[in-house]
């Protein structure tokens, strides 16, 4: 079985605009604009990364058993969705109806709520405040006893604070992007049934974290940033100029210079350089 990304193992990078699709219930959003030309643009393959996850079963084939699952797809890289859905997309072989997709957190809560799926694949890293943006929006929703809405990140990144961020924020598990399509059929459905599922290696973050019951050391220094200029910080790090993260981020590039010079004020450095050395050390990149 090939990995989500179909046949070619990685999503390509694309130059131009694209629209999401926003659902078979009719929610009206508005076409997203991105770019993933900067050198950091996701790599869905990511060297290293583990395959497949710790919730592997009876489910791998939901077609066999009869059931059926409404997902909605959150990615702001529209080729990945589209190798997502041409991998899990299915109905007949694999139970999963996709119903929705987009590809910001405006989109996203707009297609969410007015398709009502009962799992969100979601990636972490978004235009407009990313994956813990949709959780916060959407909290109503996972909250509802009656039809849950229930979340599953899969993201490139394997970044611990990603991995606690989208946790926190109510997301039932968190897949990277290498799991192969059978995997992540029966990761869906074990997020439909209210189980926890990760990526093997990832699940020690996870347990880590709340091992304790003492609060999780804070970071003061990235405290002081706020979820704007944190995005902004990642995208620098990872060598985008600022004309792509003007583009990423639907911000101007005039607002995109005064993120960075109050990143570079607030942590006291004194230029990019620093500031990537600075992030990967957290391991923001």
């Known amino acids: 079985m090939s990995d989500v990304n179909g046949p070619t193992g990685q999503a390509p990078a694309s130059n131009g605009p694209e ?153 039932r598990g968190y897949v990277t992007k290498t799991i192969t399509g059978t995997d992540l059929v029966d990761s869906i459905f074990r997020v439909q049934d209210g189980d926890a599922v990760f990526s093997p290696r990832l699940a020690g973050f996870v347990l880590d974290a709340f091992a304790s019951t003492d609060a999780p050391p804070v970071d003061e220094d990235l405290d002081r940033l706020t979820q704007r200029e944190r995005e902004v910080l990642r995208l620098i790090a990872r060598g985008y100029a600022y004309k792509e993260i003007a583009k990423q981020l639907f911000i101007s590039v005039k607002t995109v210079e005064s993120h960075v010079s109050a990143v570079l004020r607030k942590l006291q450095l004194s230029n990019r350089h620093e500031l990537t050395r600075w992030a990967t050390a957290r391991r923001l990149v």
């Open 19 to 171: 629209d999401a699709a926003v659902g078979t219930a009719g929610a009206g959003a508005e076409a997203a604009t991105e770019s993933t030309t900067g050198p950091g643009a996701e790599s869905v393959a990511g060297a290293g990364a583990p395959t497949g996850s710790t919730a592997v079963g009876a489910n791998a084939t939901a077609a066999g058993g009869g059931r059926r699952v409404r997902v909605v797809l959150v990615d702001d890289h529209r080729m990945f969705r589209t190798g997502v859905q041409a991998e899990i997309g299915e109905t007949e072989r694999t139970g999963v109806e996709v119903v929705g997709e987009a590809a910001d957190v405006d989109q996203a809560v707009t297609v969410i709520t007015a398709t009502r799926p009962e799992v969100v694949l979601l990636d972490v890293h978004l235009p407009g405040g990313g994956g813990v943006e949709v959780l916060r929006r959407c909290a109503p929703l996972m909250a509802d006893a009656r039809q849950p809405v229930r979340f599953l990140a899969l993201s490139v990144s394997d970044a611990a604070e990603d991995v606690i961020g989208v946790i926190r924020g109510g997301a």
